[in-house]
């Protein structure tokens, strides 16, 4: 279980929220809602162990996340605004080295399969710099489908995405959240994720 304690953030001179406090559990999604500039991101890098509150914890079953390291960054995936896609590498290098990286070596075949469920099997080879948004956007949720993370937490993660890409995603979050797994997104859009349990963060106000 993942618990946020009296939560704090203070950018600059600017506090973007106090006293924040909820809770995710197996099988669990947060949304996490607010305007520009409230908040969102920095709650996600603060969750991530990125960032440093100003005040309260993070806490992973129980620990303190500072305490935890690397026990804790192996158990999340996080996805950022931006996609962190290497413009002068393919989508399946890109893919390739992310998985090494979370400590999942893939073969080239099956780099190939993941690419296709998303959608790009024609694109595998081409520099990423060559994709559009919204294909760069997908190789990006790519690195999901190779991560065995227990935690998702995803910042605006349907951005760019068409339609049949919105669907294809919500499906796979969706296969996570009901195979144990915990989400947090902060997201503008209405997501139509199938979850044991859904709940609202509003920043500076509360879960409902």
């Known amino acids: 279980m993942l618990e946020v304690i009296s939560l704090g953030c203070i950018r600059g001179d600017r506090r973007l929220f106090k006293d924040l406090n909820f809770s995710a559990d197996r099988g669990e999604l947060i949304e996490v809602r607010g305007a520009n500039g409230s908040g969102k991101t920095s709650l996600l890098r603060i969750l991530c ?113 068409d339609a049949a890409a919105i669907a294809l995603s919500s499906r796979f979050i969706g296969e996570h959240l009901r195979n144990g797994g915990m989400a947090i997104i902060a997201t503008h859009q209405e997501l139509n994720i199938s979850a044991t349990a859904t709940r609202r963060l509003e920043i500076n106000s509360s879960v409902s």
């Open 49 to 161: 162990g990125l960032a440093q509150p100003a005040e309260g914890e993070v806490r992973w079953d129980d620990q303190n996340i500072r305490s935890l390291g690397e026990e804790y960054f192996g158990s999340l995936a996080y996805i950022a605004h931006q996609n962190g896609v290497k413009d002068e590498l393919t989508a399946i290098e890109n893919l390739r080295i992310a998985g090494g990286v979370a400590g999942n070596r893939l073969g080239e075949r099956e780099a190939q399969e993941i690419l296709a469920r998303i959608g790009l099997q024609k694109e595998s080879y081409l520099p990423s710099r060559l994709l559009s948004a919204g294909q760069r956007r997908r190789v990006a949720l790519a690195r999901l489908l190779i991560t065995k993370a227990e935690l998702w937490i995803l910042d605006e993660v349907l951005t760019s995405l």
